[in-house]
């Protein structure tokens, strides 16, 4: 998770602290997810943009 907290400071302008709050938010929330975004476009976006093919795999 280290390295997700780094890419959140690095990429989207957070600060450590809170970049932490979003990794555990994710932690704690990470059954519901998918139902959040799942019936929108977003998803699709999302698959699309994993690295490796990683998005075919969903």
Do not use: C, T, Y
């Not at 400071?9 to 709050?21: I, T």
């Not at 929108?40 to 698959?47: F, Q, W």
């Amino acid at each position: 998770m280290e390295e997700f907290v780094k890419e959140l400071v690095a990429k989207v302008g957070l600060d450590e602290d809170k970049a932490r709050a979003v990794v555990a938010f994710i932690q704690e929330n990470a059954q519901k997810i998918p139902e959040w975004i799942g019936g929108s476009d977003m998803l699709e976006s999302l698959k699309d943009k994993l690295p490796g093919g990683l998005g075919k795999l969903f």
